[in-house]
């Protein structure tokens, strides 16, 4: 269960996180939409620890994060997996490598270990077989699904995603929304995905908060949402056809 309260953050005297206050279940899919520059990444970013808030507190399983040195966050981030929004391969690596790192730096693994460990989530993504290409082969869709398997690779409890789907063709960005979902689903991991994706993200969440200047303006299920009379919420959802 993540529990944040009061959250806030200023950047150059501008307020990005306005009283931000949410709970998300353990095993929920929960998705942060709202427009460019409304502070998804920046919550997220909170989230894994990269950011500290000005003011507030994000509980993790009862612990808030907020105070936390580096060291220990890094043992928490142990159960994280986190798909950036460029997937952040590295270009001079094989996908092997690629998913090696975090085996590598969070357990004491060894090759044998990890080469199991990297077959199955390329299975996950559909992706088998393809651990010595490099990035630069891969078509823009399989980088995605392969910075996925990074994520999920050690099992995380909790998944965060940064625009999961920038970037693809539809059919693509609707194969890589059902696939967290899956994973979601199977793994029973808590996952939050940050987009502004309403037409792949809107139906399959448990549970929808939409950010307008960094604050929630509106959280509920899809109907609740849909339900809304608020007029910037409306027109968030009638100018999507969902
Ligand atoms: N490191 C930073 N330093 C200063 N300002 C920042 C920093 N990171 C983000 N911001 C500002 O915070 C605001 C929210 O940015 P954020 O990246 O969270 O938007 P977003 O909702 O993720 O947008 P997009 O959909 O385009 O990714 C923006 O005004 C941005 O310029
Ligand atoms: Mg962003």
Same mark, same amino acid.
């Not at 689903?185 to 549970?207: A, Q």
């Given at each position: 269960m993540i529990q944040i309260k009061n959250l806030i953050k200023y950047f150059d005297g501008k307020k990005v996180l306005d009283d931000i206050n949410l709970n998300i279940n353990t095993g929920q899919f929960f998705t942060l939409m709202g427009g460019s520059g409304q502070g998804k990444s920046v919550f997220l970013q909170h989230i894994i620890g990269l950011l500290k808030p000005d003011k507030g507190s994000i509980y993790i399983d009862g612990q808030d994060i907020v105070p936390l040195k580096e060291k220990n966050l890094l043992e928490i981030r142990r159960n994280f997996g986190y798909l950036f929004q460029e997937g952040a391969l590295f270009d001079y690596m094989n996908i092997y490598d690629n998913l090696a790192l975090p085996v590598r730096e969070h357990t004491t693994k060894d090759d044998r270990e990890i080469s199991i460990l990297i077959k199955k989530a390329l299975e996950e993504v559909e992706l088998s077989g393809i651990e010595q290409k490099f990035p630069s082969q891969l078509s823009v869709g399989m980088r995605k699904r392969v910075g996925l398997a990074r994520a999920i690779i050690l099992q995380p409890k909790l998944l965060l995603c940064d625009e999961p789907t920038s970037g693809l063709d539809?059919?693509?960005?609707?194969?890589?929304? $059902?696939?967290?979902?899956?994973?979601?689903?199977?793994?029973?991991?808590?996952?939050?995905?940050?987009?502004?994706?309403?037409?792949?993200?809107? !139906?399959?969440? !448990? $549970?929808?908060?939409?950010?307008?200047?960094?604050?929630?303006?509106?959280?509920?299920?899809? !109907?609740?949402?849909?339900?809304?009379? !608020?007029?910037?919420i409306r027109r968030f959802v009638i100018n999507h056809p969902i």
């Open positions: 539809p059919a693509t960005g609707y194969a890589i929304s $059902c696939l967290i979902l899956k994973l979601c689903r199977e793994l029973k991991t808590t996952t939050i995905v940050v987009t502004h994706d309403v037409i792949n993200f809107f !139906d399959i969440s !448990d $549970c929808i908060a939409i950010i307008h200047e960094g604050r929630i303006a509106a959280i509920g299920t899809k !109907d609740e949402i849909r339900k809304s009379e !608020d007029e910037l």
